[in-house]
């Protein structure tokens, strides 16, 4: 009778390990792994941009964004939460340009300008870091620019359509001398949203060296359609 019952036993236990056999056969007999979904950012295609290894001034918004509706009117929209499955903007996707300025109270307002030359639609989202740089090792100088407002909804910039940020260039006479510290600019670095590859563009002018500013000499404001009407 003993017998008989271990018999039964080892029958049950036979049975239970034939099935999970089974079971791991059926699912390719190897764990599953992390895989990558339709909404995975495609690799950056080839491009001639100035990319850092150590970002001073890279934004580090984490959202991942999604796609709007763009227009055919050469400006993209903003959308709502959507997919971003035809992937973020990068460095190589852009090309920077700034708007023509207006004063207010000592500060001088710009339109920063990423135009989409790739040849697919790509998504942007939020508040691009901008710095002053100099020397002939295109140093930063002073702080990167303030973050001023809300981040905005994505935008989905199609081949050719453009979209942009506000700028502020707070005038370095504002600030004490001693306290400024003023040296020669020679353009800015500007990194887009979510991306640490930088790019650069050309605005000769004078920026405060000095870190621990009583104010900003640079602010920004998040991306939104078009290019603002300058």
Known sequence: MVRNRIS???LAVTAVAMAAVVS?????????GPTQGSGAVP????GSVAAS?????????????????????GQATSGGSGSAGNGLC????LKLSLGGGEGAAGTTYQSLIFTNTSGHSCVIQGFPGVS??????????GPAAFRDGTKGAPVTLATGQ????????????????????????????VYPPQETASMYIDDPTTGCGNNQLPGNQL????????????
């Not at 400024?180 to 353009?187: L, N």
Request: aromatic letters at 4%.
């Open 8 to 10: 039964q036993v080892g």
């Open 24 to 32: 791991a056969c059926s699912q390719g007999g190897t764990p599953a």
């Open 43 to 46: 690799p950056a295609p080839t």
């Open 53 to 73: 290894a150590t970002p001073a001034s890279a934004t580090d918004d984490s959202s991942s964004g999604g796609t709007g509706s763009s227009g055919g009117t």
């Open 90 to 93: 990068k460095s190589a996707d």
């Open 132 to 141: 002053y740089v100099g020397g002939s090792d295109g140093h930063q100088i």
């Open 162 to 189: 453009s979209a942009y940020a506000t700028v502020g260039f707070v005038d370095v006479q504002n600030f004490d001398t001693m306290t400024c510290q003023p040296q020669a600019v020679k353009g800015l670095r």
């Open 219 to 230: 602010t920004v404001n998040t991306i939104q359609p078009g290019t603002g009407g300058k």
